[in-house]
Every structure is written in structure tokens, then in C-alpha cells.
């Protein structure tokens, strides 16, 4: 991973260096008619807010998105983020449980804690 921003219009950004920026995402729909789109996407709310240390609880992936994004440098980039960096992207664009989200955004916020979630 190169950097990580905020952007106004797109929310979380994060450049992966070898990686285009195209992501196959194409839209489907499930056998039952209902749209999976409508699983997707950044104002999803995790079943369960992660408190913070400081400040107000992170109550949506564009929430722990944005908490991530303006964190200092050294902190994102460090090893215990980058699989909550993972999960957030993959839980927002592909869609999922955002139980994996949150589980990796609690690790690294309490990263002694380890396994216990």
C-alpha cells in the first residue's frame, strides 16, 4: 500500500502499488430478485459500533473509512491496520458481513488484546 486519502466524492482511497485501480465489480442479483448492490457500499452501519479510545463511536464504514484515513501515516501503515484496511474495502465495494470490518478495525485499535473480540 502507497498512501491512503479522503476524498470528498469517493470516500476512502487507498493506493496499492502493481494495482490498476479497476476492481471487478460487476453488478448481479441474487437468484431471490433482490438487488445485491443494495448490500454494498460505504453508509452501511455495522451491526455493532466499535468504540474508539477518543471520541464518538464508529457507526458506519464511511465512518471507520474516514477515523482510518486521518489517522498519521505511521499508524495506517502499520502491520496490525492492514487487514482492517482490507476488510473495510472488500466489506464496502464487494458487499459481506461487516462483522469482518469491524472485527479487524477492533484488532488494530486494541491490538493487545489480540484474538479476543
Given at each position: 500500500m502507497e498512501s491512503v486519502w479522503l476524498d470528498e466524492i469517493r470516500g476512502l482511497r487507498i493506493s496499492i502499488r502493481g494495482h490498476d485501480g479497476k476492481?471487478?465489480?460487476p453488478p448481479s442479483s441474487s437468484?431471490?430478485?433482490?438487488?445485491?448492490?443494495?448490500?454494498?457500499g460505504r453508509a452501511?452501519?455495522?451491526e455493532e459500533s466499535i468504540p474508539r479510545p477518543e471520541g464518538p463511536k464508529?457507526?458506519?464504514?464511511?465512518?471507520?473509512?474516514?477515523y482510518i484515513a486521518r489517522l498519521p501515516d505511521a499508524v495506517?501503515?502499520?502491520?496490525?491496520w492492514q487487514p482492517a484496511l482490507e476488510a473495510l474495502i472488500l466489506v464496502a465495494t464487494l458487499g459481506?458481513?461487516?462483522?469482518?470490518?469491524?472485527?479487524g478495525?477492533?484488532?488494530a485499535l486494541e491490538p493487545s488484546r489480540g484474538a479476543r473480540v
Open positions: 476492481w471487478p465489480v437468484p431471490s430478485g433482490v438487488e445485491i448492490g443494495l448490500l454494498r452501511r452501519r455495522f464508529l457507526v458506519t464504514l464511511m465512518v471507520a473509512g474516514e495506517h501503515t502499520a502491520a496490525e459481506g458481513p461487516t462483522m469482518f470490518a469491524r472485527i478495525i477492533t484488532r
